[in-house]
């Protein structure tokens, strides 16, 4: 069973950057894809990015593309989230998720995924 914790959330204003970090316990992080979703307030829960196994592909949505950017460390079981230039539409619940795939190919979907962490909130004031 793969735990997985988030960390480094907080206010930050509109411009500015921000890391978060996902720690997965439990499991084979390497056999892992990783992902980041974002869920604000009345609304569904949305990928953000995400990274293979490996490393070698990265997916992200179009609304962040070329302002985040996702890394992992398979040697510290880590993945992270580098949010710049943020917007206050950024503001929301960012999740860490690990969905048990050897592909190439980052899935998008919540219901791909296997393992979630609680959340941590980001919020980007204007």
């Known amino acids: 069973q793969v735990q997985l914790a988030e960390s480094g959330g907080g206010v930050v204003q509109a411009g500015g950057s921000l890391r978060l970090s996902c720690t997965a316990t439990?499991?084979?992080?390497?056999?892992?894809?990783m992902a980041w979703f974002r869920q604000a307030p009345g609304k569904e829960r949305e990928f953000v990015g995400g990274i293979s196994w490996s490393g070698a592909t990265n997916q992200y949505a179009d609304s962040v593309k070329d302002r985040f950017k996702i890394t992992r460390d398979n040697h510290y079981n880590e993945a992270y989230l580098a949010m710049n230039a943020v917007r206050p539409e950024d503001t929301a619940v960012y999740f860490c998720?690990?969905?048990?795939?050897?592909?190439?190919?980052?899935?998008?979907?919540?219901?791909?995924?296997?393992?979630w962490g609680q959340g941590t909130q980001v919020t980007v004031s204007s």
């Open positions: 439990g499991g084979i992080f390497r056999n892992l894809a």
């Open positions: 998720a690990a969905d048990i795939n050897f592909g190439p190919v980052v899935r998008t979907a919540p219901k791909d995924y296997d393992y």
